[in-house]
Every structure is written in structure tokens, then in C-alpha cells.
């Protein structure tokens, strides 16, 4: 029995929560076992490391600390939850995952996709997700959907967001089979349709 791991990504304001909210309910109504988790987070240390890592803005921190926090709460997520539930055959819809860093730290921090998956390659130990769905939205909407009060990494301004959209388009072309990006335009229920289409060939 082997279930299929599906994360939703995008940048700060895409939407993709509410849209991993939804794939999983409709995925459950379908009779499928879901698990839906998270990144960072997912695990109890994975949620204290997410204290850290999303703190308030007058935190400040080396980059280098940033991104092996993120791999550090993957690490034990894919020991203690991801492989677990997979290997008993839930679907498991993921708020984020490696692609996460990769877009963010390795594009949007400039640390460089292949450095942060070179960093990242133990922590996920061959453990990918199925699909990547990448809620893709143009820069002023994500802003606009943005909350009021940001943490370390909402807070940061508009170049970064840029960069971070640009590097999961870099991900959606270098690895489309895994990678897949969706109009992240419209209501809820629109985008709603095109991630269940997206994700329609895991079935
Ligand atoms: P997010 O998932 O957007 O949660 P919320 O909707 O509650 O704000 O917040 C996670 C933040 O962490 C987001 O800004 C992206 C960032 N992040 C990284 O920079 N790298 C990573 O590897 C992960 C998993 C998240």
C-alpha cells in the first residue's frame, strides 16, 4: 500500500493554504484517507522550529541558520509523518515542502536552487513529493492577499517576493513532471477546479 504526497506552494499570499484546505476536503469526500500537514511544522518539534524560523522581523538571523532550520523541521517530518503515512497509504496534501526552500532561500534569498537542495538532500532522503502544485498569482494580487502582520519572511519587500515567484516558475520548467504550476487567479472555487485537474493524475 503506498499513498501519494502532494504539496501545495507559492509565494506569500498565493492562496495556497485555503487551496490545500479545500484539495483535502475534496480528496477525503472522495474516500481517500488524507492527511494534511504542513512545513515548517508538521511534528512538535517541527512547530517549535517554526516559532523560530517565522518569528517577528526584529529576530534577525544568518541565512545559513534560516535554511537548516527549514531542513531540520523536514528532516523529522518525513521520519515521524510523511513516510508513516505514505507507507500506509494516505494521501497526504503538505502546506509546503522542499520546494519551499528551494523558491525562497535558494532563489529568494540568492542562496542558489542546487545549494539549497544540495543542503536539503539528506533531510528529504529521496522522500518527493508526487506533485508540486505552485498556486502562481501575479505579484500585486499575493500582495494584496497578504496579512497585516508579517513575519521574518512576509515582511520582506517586493523584490524578494518577485524572485521567489520567479524561482518556482524556474522549478515548474526544470522538473514539470514534479512541478506544476496553477492560475492562482479568481475565487477560491476556480482555482479550486484547476489544482483537482492538476492533481487528477495521481489517481
Ligand atoms: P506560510 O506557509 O505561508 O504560513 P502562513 O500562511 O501561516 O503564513 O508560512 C511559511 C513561511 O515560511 C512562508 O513565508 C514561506 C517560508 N518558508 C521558507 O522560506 N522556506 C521553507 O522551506 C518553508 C517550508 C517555508
Not at 518556482?168 to 472555487?189: I, K, N, Q, S
Request: aromatic share 4%; glycine share 12%; with cysteine.
Amino acid at each position: 500500500m503506498s499513498g501519494r504526497f502532494i504539496a501545495l506552494e507559492g509565494v506569500d499570499g498565493s492562496g495556497k493554504s485555503t487551496q490545500a484546505g479545500l484539495l483535502a476536503d475534496a480528496l477525503e469526500a472522495a474516500g481517500r484517507t488524507v492527511l494534511r500537514t504542513r512545513e515548517p511544522g508538521g511534528t512538535p518539534v517541527g512547530e517549535l522550529i517554526r516559532d523560530v524560523v517565522l518569528a517577528a522581523p526584529s529576530l534577525s538571523m544568518t541565512l545559513l541558520a534560516e535554511v537548516h532550520l527549514f531542513a531540520a523541521s523536514r528532516a523529522e517530518h518525513v521520519r515521524a509523518v510523511l513516510r508513516p503515512a505514505l507507507a500506509g497509504g494516505a494521501w497526504v496534501v503538505s502546506d509546503r515542502f522542499v520546494d519551499s526552500s528551494l523558491a525562497f532561500q535558494g532563489a529568494g534569498r540568492g542562496l542558489g536552487i542546487d545549494a539549497v537542495w544540495e543542503l536539503n538532500r539528506s533531510a528529504v532522503d529521496g522522500c518527493l513529493p508526487d506533485l508540486a502544485v505552485v498556486i502562481d498569482v501575479p505579484g500585486p494580487l499575493a500582495a494584496a492577499r497578504r496579512k497585516p502582520a508579517p513575519d521574518r519572511i512576509e515582511a520582506e519587500g517586493e523584490g524578494f517576493h518577485a524572485r521567489v515567484a520567479e524561482g518556482y516558475r524556474e522549478l515548474a520548467g526544470r522538473f514539470p513532471e514534479r512541478v506544476r504550476l496553477v492560475d492562482g487567479r479568481g475565487t477560491p472555487d476556480e482555482v479550486h477546479a484547476r489544482v483537482r485537474d492538476a492533481v487528477a493524475v495521481l489517481a
